[in-house]
T-cell receptor, first 114, second 115 residues
Framework: DAKTTQPNSMESNEEEPVHLPCNHS???????IHWYRQLPSQGPEYVIH???SNVNNRMASLAIAEDRKSSTLILHRATLRDAAVYYC???????????????FGSGTQLTVLP | NAGVTQTPKFRVLKTGQSMTLLCAQD?????MYWYRQDPGMGLRLIHY???????AKGEVPDGYNVSRLKKQNFLLGLESAAPSQTSVYFC??????????????FGPGTRLTVL
C-alpha cells in the first residue's frame, strides 16, 4: 500500500470545524482512502472512506483532491469526544481473496480545546 | 452484540513466562487480525487469519504464535515473553477480503508488560 503523510498534531476549538489533511502523492488508481481514529485507551474505529468523489457520513466528510494526491477529513463541529489520533490509510482492494490488513502510520493527534 | 472482545485487559509477565491472549467476535466475520501498538506509534500486524483453521504471518510475527480453531476466536500466544513484547495488543475482525471496502472492527486492547 502507498504511503501517506499527516501532520503530527493539530488543535481545534470546540464546536468549530476541523480539517485534517493527508498527502498521498504515490496513490495508485485503485487505492481507496480510509480514515480511522483512535480515542484514548481504545482500539481504532472506522470513520470514513472514499475513492474519487467526496463522501459524507454521520461522523465526518472526506474531501478528495481532483488528482487524488491529497485528501482532507472534515469534522464539521468538533467536540471534546473527537479528541483522538486520526489515521489516513490507503488500501488497494486487489488481489482478491487476500487479507486486507490496515497499514497504520503515526497519524495526527487532534486536541480539542474547550 | 458485543463486537470484538479481548481477554485479559491487563497482564504483567516476567521474562520467559508464557501466556495466551484471547480474542472473540460475535459478528460471524471470516477475517481476524492481531496487531501490536508501541508507545507513540501506529499499529503493526502480527498475524492474521482468513478463516477457521488458517493463519498467516504479518509484519512482525517473531516471538508469537496464533491459532484459529473456531471461527469466532483467535488466540495469540507468547511462548517465552521478552521485554520487547511490552505493548498494547489489539485484535480486529472484518467480514471478508477482496472487496474494495471492508471495515475492520477492533477490540479494546490488552496492555501487556514484560518485566
Amino acid at each position: 500500500d502507498a504511503k501517506t503523510t499527516q501532520p503530527n498534531s493539530m488543535e481545534s476549538n470546540e464546536e468549530e470545524p476541523v480539517h485534517l489533511p493527508c498527502n498521498h502523492s504515490t496513490i495508485s488508481g485503485t487505492d481507496y482512502i480510509h480514515w480511522y481514529r483512535q480515542l484514548p485507551s481504545q482500539g481504532p474505529e472506522y470513520v470514513i472512506h472514499g475513492l474519487t468523489s467526496n463522501v459524507n457520513n454521520r461522523m465526518a466528510s472526506l474531501a478528495i483532491a481532483e488528482d487524488r494526491k491529497s485528501s482532507t477529513l472534515i469534522l464539521h463541529r468538533a467536540t471534546l469526544r473527537d479528541a483522538a489520533v486520526y489515521y489516513c490509510i490507503l488500501r488497494d482492494p486487489l488481489p482478491s481473496g487476500s487479507a486486507r490488513q490496515l497499514t497504520f502510520g503515526s497519524g495526527t493527534q487532534l486536541t480539542v480545546l474547550p | 452484540n458485543a463486537g470484538v472482545t479481548q481477554t485479559p485487559k491487563f497482564r504483567v509477565l516476567k521474562t520467559g513466562q508464557s501466556m495466551t491472549l484471547l480474542c472473540a467476535q460475535d459478528m460471524n466475520h471470516e477475517y481476524m487480525y492481531w496487531y501490536r501498538q508501541d508507545p507513540g506509534m501506529g499499529l503493526r500486524l502480527i498475524h492474521y487469519s482468513v478463516g477457521e483453521g488458517t493463519t498467516a504471518k504479518g509484519e512482525v510475527p517473531d516471538g508469537y504464535n496464533v491459532s484459529r480453531l473456531k471461527k469466532q476466536n483467535f488466540l495469540l500466544g507468547l511462548e517465552s515473553a521478552a521485554p520487547s513484547q511490552t505493548s498494547v495488543y489489539f485484535c480486529a475482525s472484518s467480514s471478508q477480503a477482496g472487496v474494495p471496502y471492508n471495515e475492520q472492527f477492533f477490540g479494546p486492547g490488552t496492555r501487556l508488560t514484560v518485566l
